[in-house]
């Protein structure tokens, strides 16, 4: 079996780097099935946080960005965060950084989707609000919008 050194681990982590932003977690999940056998990975993700070169906090700040342009809300941005191994103080801190204005963004996603629907037949409000829970939107936002 091939011994894989520290070198070619972190060449391939900052290769992923290089294209995107990725939390520890996805970066050690996508190492991990690149390089099965190795020891290597926490010290190259310890190493590569260190140098700057893979932050958590940087990443929330972008995915959380990159998904407010999408028109997802602020619950699932939540799980999605959550699911990429972000902890719930730095979602909390980034989302308070970010000063999203989730109506707007919300009445955005609306617009676009349902200009125009009647939303008087009950059918078509209650895929309306199916639609913006989906979507992320808490009954907050849609009570709001409806």
Same mark, same amino acid.
């Given at each position: ?13 900052? &290769?992923? @780097?290089? *294209? ?8 050690? #999940?996508?190492?991990? %099935?690149? !390089?099965?056998? +190795? &020891?290597? @990975?926490? *010290? ?8 700057? #070169?893979?932050?958590? %906090?940087? !990443?929330?700040? +972008?995915?959380?960005?990159? *998904? ?79």
């Amino acid at each position: 079996m091939k011994q894989i050194d520290t070198k070619t681990v972190r060449l391939k982590a900052m &290769d992923y @780097l290089a *294209r995107r932003e990725h939390s520890r977690r996805e970066l050690a #999940l996508k190492l991990a %099935r690149k !390089f099965p056998d +190795s &020891d290597e @990975l926490d *010290r190259v993700l310890d190493t590569l946080a260190a140098d700057g #070169l893979q932050s958590d %906090r940087r !990443f929330t700040g +972008s995915f959380i960005r990159l *998904r407010v342009q999408g028109g997802y809300g602020p619950q699932r941005i939540r799980a999605e965060l959550r699911q990429r191994g972000i902890s719930d103080a730095l979602i909390v801190e980034q989302f308070s950084e970010q000063d999203v204005d989730w109506f707007a963004v919300a009445e955005a996603v609306f617009l676009k989707k349902y200009a125009g629907v009647n939303l008087d037949d009950p059918r078509e409000r209650a895929k309306c609000m199916r639609y913006l829970q989906y979507k992320g939107y808490d009954l907050e936002h849609i009570n709001a919008l409806l």
